[in-house]
C-alpha cells in the first residue's frame, strides 16, 4: 500500500497513530518521522502564484 496513503487516512482520523504504523510496518517514533517529513515536502496546492503582466 502507497504510504501517502496511508498518513493521508491517519490524518484524516480514519486510522488511529497505532494502526498506521502498523500497516507501515514502522513503529510510533519512526512513524511520526515519516509525518513529519511527509509535511514539509508536500506541495501546497491551494497556494496561489501571482502573475506579472
Known amino acids: 500500500m502507497d504510504k501517502r496513503k496511508v498518513i493521508a487516512a491517519y490524518r484524516r482520523g480514519l486510522i488511529s ?3 498506521c504504523a502498523q ?3 514502522l513503529d510510533n517514533v519512526e512513524l511520526l518521522g515519516y509525518v513529519r517529513d511527509s509535511r514539509i515536502t508536500r506541495p501546497k496546492a491551494n497556494k496561489k502564484q501571482s502573475v506579472r503582466t
Open 17 to 19: 497513530v497505532q494502526e
Open 23 to 25: 500497516i507501515l510496518g
